[in-house]
């Protein structure tokens, strides 16, 4: 059983650009959790997503930032217009139903140029 | 909402020496208490974890403790190997919550 996957692992962006990143969550797991680390900090919460479903995304910036799980196919965390302070690592866990454990992927770092 | 604080955020032993890890947290209404074990470019992976209903918890060279009036709760490695050289993140919730709030991490390194 394939662990949480994510890519791709290194993403590098100029400002302005747009960043999608995204996320596989483990088999049977349909709940996805999004963090992001900014460096020296510990992971900050950003959004929760049920299949088709976001249900919690009081964690992720009002502008630029967006989230979706789709029925098939992995979450897509997509930033617009990219700065330098979006610079980070995200990652992606899931779990099979909330209050369970959350499993991390590898994570996504990216870096704004 | 919830304020994890941890220290040190860094910690050098000795192999075989024990290794602490302190944290603090704001809401008293946290009951849930896992700990991550995050090596170098990989995801957070979850080590040992405590509910509010217990003081104490063991597993193998490793345990966590939990004061619930003074809030705080602390991971303890016994007989360091180099292989518990990483970075160490505490955590903390609501029961049945999602969101999880982390403390800043904890740099360990493990000489050998």
């Known amino acids: 059983n394939a662990g949480v996957m994510q890519n791709p692992r290194h993403l590098v962006r100029r400002r302005g650009q747009e960043a999608r990143l995204r996320c596989s969550p483990m088999k049977g797991h349909s709940h996805v959790y999004w963090y992001r680390q900014l460096p020296e900090e510990g992971l900050k919460f950003m959004v929760y997503?049920?299949?088709?479903?976001?249900?919690?995304e009081s964690g992720m910036p009002k502008e630029r930032f967006s989230a979706e799980f789709p029925k098939e196919g992995p979450s897509i965390l997509r930033i617009q217009q990219v700065v330098r302070g979006d610079s980070a690592a995200y990652f992606c866990a899931s779990s099979p139903g909330v209050g369970d454990e959350q499993f991390f992927g590898p994570g996504t770092r990216l870096t704004v140029l | 909402g919830e304020n994890v604080e941890q220290h040190p955020s860094t910690l050098s032993v000795q192999e075989g020496d024990s290794a602490v890890i302190k944290c603090t947290y704001s809401?008293?209404?946290?009951?849930?208490f896992p700990w991550y074990k995050q090596e170098l470019g990989k995801g957070p992976q979850l080590i040992i974890d405590i509910r509010s209903n217990v003081g104490e918890k063991k597993d193998q060279r490793i345990a966590v403790t939990l004061n619930k009036t003074a809030k705080h709760f602390s991971l303890h490695i016994t007989e360091t190997q180099p292989e518990d050289s990483a970075v160490y993140f505490c955590?903390?919730?609501?029961?049945?919550?999602?969101?999880?709030?982390f403390g800043a991490g904890t740099t360990v390194t493990v000489r050998a």
């Open positions: 997503l049920q299949k088709e479903n976001i249900i919690d």
């Open positions: 809401d008293s209404a946290s009951n849930y």
């Open positions: 955590a903390a919730s609501r029961d049945n919550d999602y969101k999880l709030s």
